[in-house]
């Protein structure tokens, strides 16, 4: 039986992309950037941030939880959601070796 293509990619390239595939979106791009400016958990606010559905923003909320990036704790009859550190700083690291492993040369075409 062949090879699945995930299994040609190291498991820190396929990581990465799982990261990047979650926030591939510009709705849950707004999720993580209201989250990250609360610098606290969310719980229920980005309904009236975003203006999006409440079950359209519970499945971008879970991409980014089933990623890592974010975690979520339960407070009675709601779920609070926050920034993940450690998988956080994982994607900032990966991303900031991507980038730099690129030298800019004037001479490329």
Known sequence: MGLTKTEIF????NRLAVMLKAIAHPARIAILQEIIKSNT???GDLVD????AQPT???HLKELKNAGLIQ???EGV?????IN???????REQMSGFFAAYDLKATCC
């Open 49 to 52: 941030e975003l203006g999006l």
């Open 72 to 74: 979520g704790t339960i």
């Open 41 to 43: 958990c969310i719980c």
């Open 57 to 59: 923003i519970s499945q």
């Open 78 to 82: 709601s779920v609070c959601y926050c």
């Open 85 to 91: 550190p450690p998988v956080w700083n994982e994607l």
């Open 10 to 13: 190291t498991e820190k390239q």
